[in-house]
Structures are given as C-alpha cells and as structure tokens.
C-alpha cells in the first residue's frame, strides 16, 4: 500500500460560463448562454453518479470477499455516491420548476 494514496481526493467539477466560453452570443445587447451549457453540466452529473455508484459497488464486493484493507473506504464511498445522487435529484428538480415556469408564462 505504499503507492497508493490514503485517501483519494474528489475531483473538481468545472462549471462553464458566459464569460469565459468563445461562442457567447449577443443579440440586441443581451447575453444568453448556449444550448449545450446544461447539457454538458447534466451530464457530468450523470456520469459522476455513475462513477461513484460503481466505486462503491466495487469497494463492497472487495469487502464482501476480504480483500478490502481499510474498511472506512465504503461509508466514505457510500456518502460520495449520496452526495453525488443529491446533486442529481436536485437538478432535476430545477428543471421541472423551470420547465413549468416557462409553460406558464403568456406569449
């Protein structure tokens, strides 16, 4: 266990705004960010979900046969799975409550 690191730390998740992307578009002075900005953040969401889920499926069959050394690694997996599961839910969420808003606005 010696190349190995104690604790792995979590990845930084990047968030791209209007700012800093090339293809802001501008029409009669007003920014709007493009189509795909919360596409890309969902699925980065998705895939971190995936990504955690599998980590903890893992961790709990290497237990399960003896082969996991330190046992706190699963609960510690377990709550970045929730974390990460949380996250999701909570974006989805926001969409519906957006999504409906804007059904509700007169044109």
């Known amino acids: 266990m010696e190349g190995t690191a104690f604790i792995t730390p979590m990845q930084p998740w990047t968030v791209k705004t209007a700012e800093n992307q090339e293809n802001t578009n501008r029409a009669g002075g007003i920014s709007y960010e493009p189509a795909g900005l919360f596409q ?31 046992a706190h690694s699963l609960p510690i997996a377990e709550a970045k799975a929730s974390l990460s599961l949380d996250l999701l839910i909570s974006l989805r969420n926001k969409a519906l409550e957006s999504y409906s808003e804007l059904m509700k606005m007169s044109v």
């Open 40 to 70: 890309d953040i969902l699925a980065n969401t998705v895939n971190q979900v995936r990504v955690t889920q599998a980590d903890v499926e893992n961790k709990q069959y290497l237990l399960a046969t003896g082969q996991l050394d330190d």
